[in-house]
């Protein structure tokens, strides 16, 4: 879609390069899961020794990021509206993820669990609080994305991804859409899927990858 920004606006609007990512982790840290799929899905689930992911490989597969001065929400932030205007972001509605807030708040979580994908990329924006959003890379492993205040995050179009809370057990979120929202997650396995076949294309992998 073809926009006029002025060159403020596309300065604002630049995201986060991979090689700045490392700054920013107040506000966004990345690593591989460990295998245990027991404890609870709140826990940090690092491998020992921790293992990072590389912002790099993350963004191979098309996660974006930004990070914001949340507090700036409020009173109208000029970088948010950027990033809006950039990517043609025209709705927006704000979460509030917590025990008290969420009825049947462990069932929900496990619903968010669910591996799925989307036919549209997902963005959220951390305003308060944390979370984590998982994805599977190239290689089928889990990558642990862990979101704090100020991130905004873009998770691609067919890409299998999950959410959780963490062990704070909140988060406030800014939820973002080109168009009227569609929150349709359709679940593993969904290979034949042309989302899906669009991230598999856009990561160079064969159309006919194994489930
Ligand atoms: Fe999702």
């Not at 899905?41 to 001065?69: F, S, Y």
């Not at 990329?121 to 984590?132: A, M, Q």
């Not at 179009?157 to 959410?163: L, N």
């Amino acid at each position: 879609m073809a926009v006029d920004l002025t060159p403020e606006e596309l300065a604002l609007a630049a995201e986060l390069p991979p090689s700045e990512w490392g700054k920013a982790t107040a506000s966004v840290e990345a690593w591989y899961m460990d295998d245990d799929t027991e404890a609870d899905q709140r826990l940090p689930h690092r491998r020992t020794p921790n293992e990072p992911c590389p912002p790099e490989a993350l963004h191979a597969l098309g996660v974006r990021l930004w990070v914001l001065d949340a507090d700036k929400y409020e009173s109208g932030d000029p970088k948010l509206a950027a990033i809006r205007k950039a990517r043609g972001y025209s709705y927006e509605d704000c979460i509030t993820c917590t025990p008290a807030c969420l009825p049947d708040y462990e069932a929900k979580l496990k619903m968010f669990y669910q591996e799925h994908l989307h036919t549209d990329e997902e963005i959220r924006y951390v305003l308060d609080g944390s979370g984590y959003f998982d994805v599977r890379d190239a290689d089928d492993r889990w990558v642990r994305i862990w979101t704090k205040k100020g991130a905004l995050l873009v998770v691609p179009e067919g890409i299998y991804h999950r959410f959780t809370l963490d062990e704070g057990n909140y988060i406030k979120a800014l939820r973002l859409f080109v168009g009227v929202p569609v929150w349709t997650p359709i679940n593993r396995p969904a290979e034949e899927h042309p989302s899906r076949q669009k991230f598999l294309a856009s990561v160079g992998q064969a159309a006919t990858a194994a489930a």
